[in-house]
């Protein structure tokens, strides 16, 4: 199963031993989708907005795996900034984090997470997620992100 063969997963993960984990669950969850593994926030965001902060051509649309925990920035602010795009607004985001403080996870659905999950990982909820969110993929066509 695919989520849709164009949609590309960014996985914004400082550990790698848990991003391992993750693709491992994504992959026996029966996902064969591309994922770019992004090591930390600056990274990410000049992925998506490029270097100096201007608009960015992303050709196929994406979901985004989210840890707030990031070395160099939050990833509540890499959150708000997506969701703030008009470009990435409609990005599926799942926010996979140790933090289960109830007050960022609040934060996080204000500000448009899709999906919630507290690290360790429970393999059947993230399996779970994935598949709705592949589902939602499926039936629902993103739009492609303008070009620029």
Request: glycine fraction near 6%; hydrophobic fraction near 45%; proline fraction near 5%.
């Given at each position: 199963?695919?989520?849709?063969?164009?949609?590309?997963?960014?996985?914004?993960?400082?550990d790698d031993?848990?991003?391992?984990?993750?693709?491992?669950?994504?992959?026996r969850?029966?996902l064969?989708?591309?994922?770019?593994?992004?090591?930390?926030?600056t990274?990410?965001?000049?992925f998506?907005f490029?270097?100096?902060?201007?608009?960015?051509?992303?050709?196929?649309p994406?979901?985004?795996?989210?840890?707030?925990?990031?070395?160099?920035?939050?990833?509540?602010?890499?959150?708000?900034r997506?969701?703030?795009?008009e470009?990435?607004?409609?990005?599926?985001?799942?926010?996979?984090?140790?933090t289960d403080?109830?007050?960022?996870i609040d934060?996080?659905?204000?500000?448009?997470?899709?999906?919630?999950i507290?690290k360790?990982?429970?393999?059947?909820s993230?399996?779970?997620?994935i598949?709705q969110l592949?589902?939602?993929?499926?039936?629902?066509?993103?739009?492609?992100?303008?070009?620029t």
């Amino acid at each position: 199963m695919a989520l849709t063969q164009a949609v590309t997963i960014l996985m914004i993960e400082d550990d790698d031993g848990h991003a391992r984990l993750i693709e491992k669950n994504i992959r026996r969850a029966g996902l064969s989708n591309e994922i770019l593994h992004l090591r930390n926030g600056t990274a990410a965001v000049e992925f998506l907005f490029g270097p100096d902060g201007a608009p960015r051509a992303h050709h196929t649309p994406f979901m985004i795996l989210l840890d707030l925990n990031l070395p160099d920035m939050s990833g509540v602010d890499i959150l708000s900034r997506v969701k703030a795009d008009e470009r990435f607004r409609r990005a599926p985001v799942i926010v996979l984090t140790t933090t289960d403080d109830k007050a960022e996870i609040d934060r996080c659905y204000d500000l448009g997470c899709n999906v919630y999950i507290t690290k360790p990982l429970i393999y059947q909820s993230f399996a779970e997620a994935i598949r709705q969110l592949g589902l939602f993929l499926s039936v629902i066509q993103l739009p492609e992100q303008a070009p620029t």
